[in-house]
């Protein structure tokens, strides 16, 4: 990190107050939660969880990322954040078991904006599929205020 990086975050107290926030606000317990999903799957499916497991292990990472956003869908067209878990865990299962189309790389702002602006284009067009005979108006409020407040849902 250079120099002016660290002024631009301001004085060591406004630093060690927002880890503080970090700290206190991250839902240590969700972790635990869809940990404990995956426990919960193995002993309700047994022999059959092994399968499911390998499967993760061996389809393309595209596949699985694609259940989670399907997982997310269903999130947002429900309000049930249960749906998240799954989102969640399907994200750790390629990241641990990513194929050779994935990779990290940091990225910025500035770099991503395109990608951006073309990922909230599809993303308007998902949520109006979502919602059949929605307006641009009503997805716009959906992006500002949820679904339990958006007048077609």
Not at 1 to 18: A, E, N
């Amino acid at each position: 990190m250079k120099i002016k990086d660290i002024r631009r975050l301001g004085s060591p107290k406004r630093v060690l107050s927002m880890y503080e926030h970090i700290k206190n606000v991250w839902p240590e317990d969700l972790i635990d939660l869809c940990k404990k999903y995956i426990y919960q799957g193995y002993l309700r499916y047994g022999a059959d969880f092994d399968v499911w497991y390998e499967q993760f292990r061996i389809e393309s990472s595209h596949h699985t990322l694609a259940r989670a956003l399907i997982k997310l869908l269903m999130a947002i067209r429900t309000g049930n954040t249960e749906y998240l878990i799954d989102v969640i865990n399907y994200c750790v299962f390629v990241w641990s078991w990513p194929d050779h189309t994935m990779y990290f790389k940091h990225t910025s702002s500035d770099s991503t904006q395109e990608l951006f602006f073309e990922a909230r284009k599809l993303s308007d067009e998902m949520l109006r599929k979502l919602w059949t005979g929605s307006s641009k108006e009503d997805v716009d409020d959906l992006h500002r205020v949820g679904p339990k407040e958006c007048s077609s849902v």
